[in-house]
């Protein structure tokens, strides 16, 4: 069996290619033969012994070139473990990654995380909570907001607020009078005007109104249609401020399931690092 090696020295990486066919070798790897065979007569140089037995028209690994082989396994998986160990350093260094079940905590933390890590770039991401768990636990995320408690041997959770949900709508709306809030039941079948992926909330509007259209936008279309049209849309009470339309009035709809409650879960072994962030969260 022929060993092709895709690097010479002084790091030497495993073959990219196993063949018994030198010819073949070549055209996988898109080189010439040629090239090939003195890439290979380098290796075996910078080693300083023969790795393979050479006949004709063949070349074929001898037990230096397979025991060769094995270990250059290892020193691709250490090559592979240093880098992979410094990006995750630099990461922590310079990142804060954040993971989320709505946009909601981003939306109210997001001046408060900019000031408390002014020379960090922040990356956010919404996901379900399984993989948002997940990811926290693996160093994907410095921390998350989840709609649960959870205990963890490894995780800290902690009670941060909680959001609840409205529908806005035009004051010569029909149910524009309803203010002291309304039901689910109410509204559903009416159509909506909302953004696009709102994590837990798409699954709560579309499980409490099966009726209901949703029309997603993004949040420049979004604001601009609300402020044009008649269709409701839904708002929270994170977000109602951030309203510019005065002529729409607000309406807190009363099911339990219409609030969610969120909870910041990070690794136990960052409490110290967390510890101003969750103060100022919970004022």
């Known amino acids: 069996m022929s060993i092709i090696l895709n690097s010479i020295p002084p790091i030497i990486t495993l073959p990219k290619v196993l063949t018994e066919n030198l010819t073949k070798a070549s055209h996988v790897l898109h080189i010439s033969q040629s090239a090939l065979t003195r890439a290979m007569q380098k290796v075996e140089d910078y080693i300083g012994v023969p790795i393979f037995d050479r006949t004709k028209n063949k070349l074929t690994l001898n037990d230096t070139g397979k025991e060769l082989v094995k270990n250059a396994q290892y020193v691709i998986d250490a090559e592979m473990t240093m880098k992979e160990k410094t990006i995750s350093f630099y990461n922590q260094m310079t990142n804060i990654s954040i993971g989320s079940v709505a946009p909601g905590p981003m939306i ?18 919404i996901e379900k909570a399984e993989n948002l768990i997940e990811n926290v636990i693996n160093g994907v995320y410095d921390f998350i907001f989840l709609s649960y ?20 709508l035009p004051k010569t709306h029909f149910l524009s009078d309803m203010k002291d809030g309304i039901h689910f039941s109410e509204i559903d079948g009416q159509s909506f005007l909302v953004s696009n992926y709102l994590g837990i909330w798409d699954a709560i509007v579309a499980k409490n109104l099966p009726k209901s259209k949703t029309f997603p936008q993004s949040m420049d279309n979004l604001e601009e249609l609300i402020n044009s049209s008649t269709i ?22 009363l099911d339990d399931e219409a609030t969610v409650h969120f909870y910041l879960v990070y690794k136990t072994q960052n409490k110290q690092k967390f510890r101003n962030l969750l103060k100022l969260m919970k004022k």
């Open 232 to 253: 409701p849309n839904f708002s929270t009470n994170t977000t109602l401020s951030m309203r510019t339309n005065n002529d729409r009035v607000s309406i807190s709809i």
């Open 149 to 168: 408690p959870i205990e963890h041997d490894f995780l800290t959770c902690e009670f941060v607020f909680s959001e609840s949900l409205y529908i806005t």
């Open 108 to 125: 109210k933390y997001g001046n408060l995380l900019y000031s408390l890590f002014p020379n960090k770039t922040i990356f956010s991401k």
